[in-house]
């Protein structure tokens, strides 16, 4: 499979079963760090949705009928991870719906952006949001998402309501390594345009 197919044919089977499945929804991952940050080689799409009702085996059979297979069919995996993970079949490109929670997945479904796609009108996670996830990840390619969409997106970030986020994440995981890594990246990028 090439990694130079673009996700506009994937986007555009997608955006109306979301449509007709969804109070809301997001694309986050490597395809809001190309929107935010830089074009970088992905060969694959990620969504978080807010599944309205929560049946996942009408939506399922509903997405399949637009080209979406299901890769894992194991009811538990899925309870387990609230992953849906599909293959556009006429792309081959991976999808992975994401089935949002309570809290602050349902602020990044409120704070997502419209943004079009070669022609496709999308909701992608805010720089901010996607900042928060990355740094949460914390795997290097991750970290290095966080230094690409700070240095494209320094100007117009909003930083207070990125350690605020964060503030509030490390309260209710436990951590205290959530915000020096985002401050350490953020020093890095200041540094730079210096």
């Given at each position: 499979?090439?990694?130079?197919?673009?996700?506009?044919?994937?986007?555009?089977?997608?955006?109306?079963?979301?449509?007709?499945?969804?109070?809301?929804?997001?694309?986050?991952?490597?395809?809001?760090?190309?929107?935010?940050?830089?074009?970088?080689?992905?060969?694959?799409?990620?969504?978080?949705?807010?599944?309205?009702?929560?049946?996942?085996?009408?939506?399922?059979?509903?997405?399949?009928?637009?080209?979406?297979l299901l890769r894992v069919e194991d009811p538990d995996f899925v309870a387990r991870t609230r992953v849906l993970p599909f293959l556009h079949a006429p792309t081959q490109l991976p999808l992975d719906i994401v089935l949002a929670g309570p809290g602050i997945e349902e602020t990044f479904i409120q704070r997502a952006i419209p943004v079009d796609i070669e022609h496709v009108p999308v909701q992608v996670a805010s720089p901010e949001d996607l900042i928060v996830m990355k740094v949460l990840a914390a795997r290097p390619k991750d970290i290095e998402d966080v230094r690409t969409v700070i240095k494209e997106q320094l100007t117009k970030l909003d930083i207070q309501y990125v350690r605020n986020t964060l503030g509030m994440l490390e309260d209710a995981l436990g951590q205290s390594d959530l915000t020096p890594l985002f401050e350490s990246e953020l020093a890095a990028v200041r540094g730079r345009r210096r």
């Open positions: 499979m090439s990694q130079n197919i673009s996700p506009a044919e994937l986007l555009a089977a997608l955006v109306p079963v979301l449509g007709r499945w969804c109070d809301g929804w997001y694309v986050f991952g490597a395809q809001a760090v190309v929107i935010w940050g830089r074009p970088r080689l992905t060969a694959d799409v990620d969504v978080t949705i807010r599944l309205r009702p929560e049946d996942i085996a009408s939506f399922c059979g509903d997405m399949t009928q637009h080209g979406f």
